[in-house]
């Protein structure tokens, strides 16, 4: 149980200080709560029953379709009955459960089928306006098991159209089945190569960590960066959400976790959630294989300090980096050419921002799992809380 005490008031006091390079005049502004709902829910469909019942399942990603759709995962971290991991968000409901339809179908979110042909746990996924498809990344396990099924890692692409899959990529030859923690994918639409972070937690604490790299033209995927120092967590910092550490005596161990790609798509930008650095690397020499492992090290590049965990990141139009930063409850912008960094969104009712994303118009979207609480078992039953906010993704 994490207890507050004197040097917890000591390190809130702390993070209430202004990241670097924000002015303490310039102060972050509040986002809206776009959405807040009292658990989640799923409806009746292919000739189910409404399920309401409290599941532990946070909503953790987000991201919109072109036409509007609103697309959720809800992982199977602290309960493997949760009835599907990948959903339709109806927002037409703004009170209650979230109301939530499997996607593509409530089939494929069973468990207990072929581990190539269900999701099984979706944190990570993408929305691919370009090509009309949804990238799923599948971690493969579920609370529980001690390993992920020969088959269970993978990444499924899905037609958002007709919900029928692309392409299955088991991934079981680029992840391992009892360290792997697949925990997001960024995707260039163009070129159809998607990159994913591997933050290793459940190999902690010396994380089997690393980026893969999947190109669907020749449907090869290839680790990259393994245990490298740019991905690796470093043991030495302590998460904090709220003024308190992560896990008080069992800190929090997340190597790589956001990652995001430049416009142009020629640079890749990752945070490591217990690190203190956002890092970029140029996506050509990513996806050159005849570069040595040492040379592609070499060429990681550190754009600025942080002085705060992190989960999801985004780039937004003009290039800034947006990084969900767990200490100071909100979003930092980060100017990729100076390393400059500035709390732009901040809110006590913040607990945990997890997925930052683009929505309709000028606004960016994030959602706050609580995902550490979660994991520690101090949100009772019935008591959980899904938020999406929302804030303007212009640099004022």
């Known amino acids: 149980m994490i207890r507050r005490n004197l040097a917890g008031l000591v390190l809130a006091l702390t993070l209430a200080a202004p990241a670097a390079g924000f002015a303490a005049s310039d102060k972050p502004n509040e986002p809206e709560l776009w959405r807040s709902y009292k658990g989640v829910s799923w409806d009746a469909a292919e000739g189910g029953k409404e399920d309401a019942a ?49 996607f593509p179908s409530a089939k494929w979110n069973v468990t207990g089928g072929a581990p190539t042909q269900t999701l099984r746990n979706v ?32 990444i499924v692409i899905f037609d958002l159209a007709t919900g029928e899959p692309v392409r299955t990529i088991v991934l079981d030859g680029v992840a391992d089945r009892k360290g792997s923690f697949l925990n997001d994918l960024a995707v260039d639409e163009q070129a159809r190569v998607a990159y994913i972070s591997d933050s290793g ?38 998460v904090t959400s709220h003024g ?77 980096v947006l990084i969900t930063d767990v200490a100071h409850n909100g979003i930092t912008r980060v100017d990729p050419a100076t390393g400059a960094t500035r709390l732009t969104v901040a809110g006590e009712g913040v607990f945990w921002p ?3 994303t683009r929505g309709e118009g000028n606004s960016g979207y994030f959602t706050s799992s609580n995902a550490n609480n979660h994991f520690a078992g101090t949100v009772k039953p019935g008591g959980e809380l899904s938020n999406i906010w929302r804030f303007p993704l212009s640099a004022k």
Request: no cysteine.
């Open 54 to 102: 409290s599941h532990q399942a946070p909503i953790a990603g987000l991201h919109f379709a072109k036409d509007g759709k609103a697309f959720v995962s809800v992982p199977r971290w602290i309960s493997p009955a949760v009835p599907a991991t990948l959903n339709r968000l109806s927002t037409e409901d703004t009170s209650g459960p979230a109301a939530l339809t499997a």
């Open 244 to 320: 308190e550490a992560v896990w008080e005596g069992r800190p929090i161990l997340i190597g790589i976790n956001g990652i995001a790609l430049s416009k142009d798509g020629g640079t890749l930008y990752w945070t490591v959630t217990t690190g203190d650095a956002l890092h970029a690397v140029s996506t050509e020499k990513l996806k050159d294989a005849s570069i040595a492992a040492a040379d592609l090290s070499a060429s990681v590049k550190t754009i600025a300090r942080l002085d705060f965990g992190t989960d999801g990141i985004m780039v937004a139009d003009d290039g800034a």
């Open 201 to 238: 937690f459940r190999s902690a604490p010396d994380n089997k960590t690393g980026i893969i790299v999947y190109d669907f033209n020749n449907d090869s995927a290839r680790r990259v960066l393994n245990q490298d120092p740019s991905v690796q967590i470093k043991k030495d910092v302590r």
């Open 354 to 356: 997890d997925t930052v």
């Open 123 to 154: 944190l990570g996924f993408y929305v691919d306006n370009t090509n009309n498809w949804l990238w799923a990344l599948d971690m493969g396990f579920v609370a529980g098991e001690a390993e992920a099924p020969e088959g269970g890692q993978k």
